[in-house]
């Protein structure tokens, strides 16, 4: 059986991806000007490659373009409010969909991403873990069959991704953000939608509580 060949990345995709993950990480920090020039030496990319990517994060909002150029966007409370909010409305209504239509190969394939989850937020790589996190609600939202649903999430995902990293950074997410998600599979692969749904919106609602305090 033949596999399907990936298409390989593109300089600008790759150049995007790292871009991305260094402000989602916080290592380009909130507030942060970014200069064209000392992103591209570090990245060893041309300035034009660099503004396609900077333009290209100001569409996901992780970038702001001001008077004095671009900018690494601040999130307002009332913005992580918002993507909560948004989070739970959607994240709910799909574990519950998901729970009617799972397989026992997508509870394994859930079940293998919440293991790479937890191995890498045990060995501190966060940013590993984040990659894993956006697969697992990936599959749950394409078995519900919510794929629009999914599109607005994942063009969310750059603002959730600097949420999820700093709850996942703090002590007591490492072990409660996995437990809850175990708890979902739990759900999920009992068919139980509403019990699935339940245990969704703890952990959104505990993120927030974390996020919002640390904001």
């Given at each position: ?123 501190g790589d966060v ?45 007591g997410r490492v ?28 952990h959104i609602d ?10």
């Amino acid at each position: 059986m033949l596999k399907r060949v990936e298409k390989p990345k593109t300089l600008k995709e790759t150049a995007l991806e790292q871009l991305r993950m260094a402000i989602v990480i916080g290592q380009l920090a909130p507030g942060e000007r970014l200069v064209e020039r000392k992103i591209g030496e570090q990245l060893g990319v041309s300035r034009t490659v660099v503004r396609e990517c900077i333009r290209h994060l100001e569409s996901e909002h992780l970038v702001t373009i001001s008077s004095s150029g671009p900018l690494v966007t601040v999130l307002e409370s009332d913005e992580i409010r918002q993507i909560y909010e948004l989070r739970s409305m959607l994240e709910c209504e799909a574990v519950r969909h998901c729970a009617k239509q799972a397989t026992t190969e997508i509870i394994e394939t859930l079940q293998g991403y919440l293991n790479q989850i937890k191995t890498k937020l045990n060995e501190g790589d966060v940013a590993k873990a984040l990659s894993h996190t956006r697969l697992f609600y990936e599959c749950i939202f394409v078995t519900a069959g919510m794929t629009v649903a999914w599109e607005l999430v994942d063009r969310l995902n750059g603002r959730i991704g600097r949420l999820r990293f700093k709850t996942l950074s703090t002590k007591g997410r490492v072990v409660k953000g996995p437990n809850n998600l175990q708890e979902i599979i739990d759900n999920i692969a009992k068919g139980n939608g509403e019990a699935a749904v339940k245990a969704c919106q703890k952990h959104i609602d505990e993120a927030y509580e974390v996020g919002i305090h640390l904001h």
